[in-house]
């Protein structure tokens, strides 16, 4: 079990679902699970996507982000995943984390109540400040991007 000795961030949180609290499954996770705050199964049609909501609400301290990304049993074996990989919980918002689910399969999915649908994990931000330049600095690589590294 864990003990606030083991990790030196503090998140504050509102659980309003039924769902068990986050937690990090092991000494060595880098992300908890986000669970499906449902009543009754939803179907996700192939191809369909869906705000999936939590029931989880977070306190998230300046200079930190929340990401929400895919699980990735569910993304090898069901074809579902999220989205906006990774979606971003900045620090100043208060509402409630929903999750934004699709289907990539070519059958339908059933999400039921209290599944682990996504993996939450905190991510320092660093201060930045823009400076507007006429140029930038050369490198090697300069403007070659979409795999032309390696190339010969």
Not at 3 to 16: H, Q, S
Not at 50 to 73: A, C, H, N
Request: hydrophobic share 30%; no cysteine.
């Amino acid at each position: 079990m864990q003990t606030t000795l083991d990790f030196p961030k503090r998140i504050n949180f509102i659980n309003k679902s039924d769902n068990e609290d986050p937690q990090f499954q092991t000494k060595g996770s880098a992300g908890f699970d986000f669970r499906a705050n449902i009543d009754k199964p939803i179907m996700l049609e192939s191809g369909e996507f869906k705000v999936i909501p939590t029931g989880l609400y977070f306190e998230i301290p300046k200079g930190v982000e929340l990401q929400v990304r895919p699980r990735s049993g569910l993304a090898a074996k069901s074809g579902i995943t999220v989205l906006n990989s990774p979606g971003t919980v900045d620090s100043d918002y208060r509402g409630e984390v929903g999750v934004i689910l699709i289907n990539h399969s070519n059958i339908g999915y059933k999400i039921k109540p209290g599944e682990r649908i996504a993996q939450g994990v905190f991510n320092d931000v660093t201060p930045t400040q823009f400076r507007k330049m006429n140029i930038l600095s050369e490198t090697t690589r300069g403007a070659g991007g979409f795999g032309s590294t390696g190339r010969k």
